[in-house]
């Protein structure tokens, strides 16, 4: 019963991508909505692999080059939350939950 339950609340909250390839993460601004868990798809298109790294919303997670990996993030409070790849801080981005 609690599968069943997990699966359903996956089923309906809103899902977003990230993409990082050419060290950019696109887009560089996520706008998700505020208070909610939302489901965070990171693709990686590049022949490296990333490790996409949050200090405000505790992830860090690696990311192999040509593949996906699926977060949930939230629920957020309204504001900014910066992300960044750490194998290469330069790359650099940001969530605003509204």
Not at 1 to 7: E, K, N, R, T
Not at 22 to 31: D, E, G, R, S
Not at 37 to 41: A, G, P, R, S
């Given at each position: 019963?609690?599968?069943?339950?997990?699966?359903a609340?996956?089923?309906?909250?809103?899902?977003?991508?990230?993409?990082?390839?050419?060290?950019?993460?696109?887009?560089?601004?996520?706008?998700?909505?505020?208070?909610i868990?939302?489901?965070?798809?990171i693709?990686n298109?590049?022949?490296?692999?990333?490790?996409?790294?949050?200090d405000?919303?505790?992830?860090?997670?690696?990311?192999?080059?040509?593949?996906?990996?699926?977060?949930?993030?939230?629920?957020?409070?309204?504001?900014?939350?910066?992300?960044?790849n750490?194998?290469?801080?330069?790359?650099?981005?940001?969530?605003?939950?509204?």
């Open positions: 019963m609690a599968v069943l339950s997990a699966q609340e996956a089923a309906t909250q809103p899902a977003f991508m990230l993409e990082a390839k050419q060290h950019v993460f696109m887009p560089q601004v996520l706008k998700i909505p505020a208070n868990k939302v489901k965070l798809t693709r298109e590049g022949s490296e692999a990333i490790e996409f790294e949050s405000d919303f505790s992830r860090e997670i690696v990311v192999p080059a040509y593949h996906d990996t699926v977060i949930y993030l939230g629920p957020l409070k309204p504001g900014r939350y910066t992300y960044f750490d194998f290469d801080a330069q790359v650099r981005g940001s969530v605003v939950a509204q």
